[in-house]
């Protein structure tokens, strides 16, 4: 079988883009995880799947570099956006669904704005905040953000025992630059690596600075692979609506795999 793929990239989070609007897709925790591997598939962070929705102009299912069936992914979605722009789906606003229920979205030239899930609860403990921005993230503060070991840190705090034995968790880290302005790095569950970028754990990193900073929206967070930019709208009860991620997203190549 051949399988016609699309690679795209948002500020280095990089994605397997397949159109499956036809379903024809075979859907394989090992094949996604093969093609995902970096030395011996196409390489990639995850595999995002464009189908068909009743209501929308497109559903994405998502998977993260090991095969499973993630949660949401932030640079995915701006991504996918593109995908679905460059198919010719929509031409400036659009709306999908994702696991995380309905996103909207819009394109200005390379810039992709996605409008995030609301965020209806912020655990704060004195050394990290916990929220769910569609995915679930833990957010801490270091020093010097260079010399973090994010991958040996992260993993103690993915498989530790508060999150281990519940799924896991995406584990960021920030350096306040300045005011309004984050370095952000993030390990990723389901790659269980550092990947250049995180979209939803960015969100989550802005809005942890916001209650811990007392910073308005929008708030800038640089990221090993790029630059991005969250807006907000805070509520009573450290929630969070009208949430946007906002960063350039891109084609990189296109090609053809047989299985
Ligand atoms: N890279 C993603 C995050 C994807 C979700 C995550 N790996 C998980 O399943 O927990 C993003 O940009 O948000």
Redesign the pocket.
Known sequence: MEITFYKYQGTG?DFVMIDDRSENFPVDNELIAHLCHRRFGIGA??LILLRHAEGYDFRMVYF?ADGGE???????GRCVVRFAHDLGIFSEHTSFIAVDGPHEASVDGEVISLKMSPVNKVEQYEAYDFMNTG??HYVTYVDDIKETEVVEIGKDIRYGPKYGPVGGT?VNFIEVLRNNHLSVRTY????EDE?YS????VTACALSAHLREGWASPIVVDTVGGTLEVSFNALPGNTFDEIYLTGPAMRVYEGRVTQ
């Open positions: 989070n962070d995850g993260n993630g949660s949401m992914c932030g640079n995915g995915s679930p995406n990723e569950r389901g790659v990947t995180c979209g939803t754990g």
